[in-house]
């Protein structure tokens, strides 16, 4: 027996918006993706987020490492953790920004 869908979510969005929407949403209703993105978007399991984090975290540090290599600046341990630290402060927002332009 299916589950029965008795509350309704309604949002006002743009031409351009809705046109998108469609376009993401291929052979399926809009409402019918809206709904996946927005269950998707309150139940991401937390080890995929944390991989998400720790992942991006990681291309930080490894690509401003490699951008200070190719200018000839060796790192120093004050480097290397200031380089972390930044990572670290970043990573949550730049996983938020990934996961909702993947989304959109």
Known sequence: MPVLLTKCLSIKVTD?????????????????????????????PPTEMILLVELLALRTIVVNLQFALAHGEPPTVEA?????????????????????????
């Open 80 to 104: 290397m953790q200031r380089l972390i630290e930044r990572a670290d402060l970043e990573k949550f927002g730049r996983a938020q920004e990934r996961l909702h332009a993947h989304h959109l």
């Open 16 to 44: 351009e918006d809705y046109a998108s929407f469609e376009t993401v949403a291929g052979d399926r209703h809009v409402s019918a993706w809206a709904r996946d993105v927005l269950l998707q978007a309150v139940t991401t």
